[in-house]
């Protein structure tokens, strides 16, 4: 199993940037594939960004698309979301999700293992 926990929320003017940070405990960090989504108040949890175990590939959501980076380091069990040109429709809370499966996953029901969230507030 896997343990997650997201920090590195706040508050934050449109067009600003922040950078998630999530820390896995565990074994075998490198064996999972990790995943960001995010939930906005009065709405379902949607995908943002994947990233497969060596961080050979990801894969974004077209809304964040050439805005988000996601990346990870292995030797450190942490995967990060640097999110650059923020927009208000961003502001959410923001999970990271772990699996067992390769490649890479867009759908919240292929994660196992979630974190409690982080909140991003973008204000005009």
């Known amino acids: 199993q896997v343990q997650l926990v997201e920090s590195g929320g706040g508050l934050v003017q449109a067009g600003g940037s922040l950078k998630l940070s999530c820390a896995a405990s565990?074994?075998?960090?490198?064996?999972?594939?990790m995943g960001w989504f995010r939930q906005a108040p009065g709405k379902e949890r949607e995908f943002v960004a994947a990233?497969?175990?060596?961080?050979?590939?990801?894969y974004y959501a077209d809304s964040v698309k050439g805005r988000f980076t996601i990346s990870r380091e292995n030797a450190k069990n942490m995967v990060y979301l640097q999110m650059n040109s923020l927009k208000l429709e961003d502001t959410a809370v923001y999970y990271c999700?772990?699996?067992?499966?390769?490649?890479?996953?867009?759908?919240?029901?292929?994660?196992?293992?979630w974190g409690q969230g982080t909140q991003v507030t973008v204000s005009s």
């Open positions: 999700a772990a699996d067992l499966a390769g490649g890479l996953g867009s759908d919240e029901y292929e994660y196992d293992y």
């Open positions: 565990g074994r075998g960090f490198s064996t999972y594939r």
């Open positions: 990233i497969s175990r060596r961080a050979g590939s990801t």
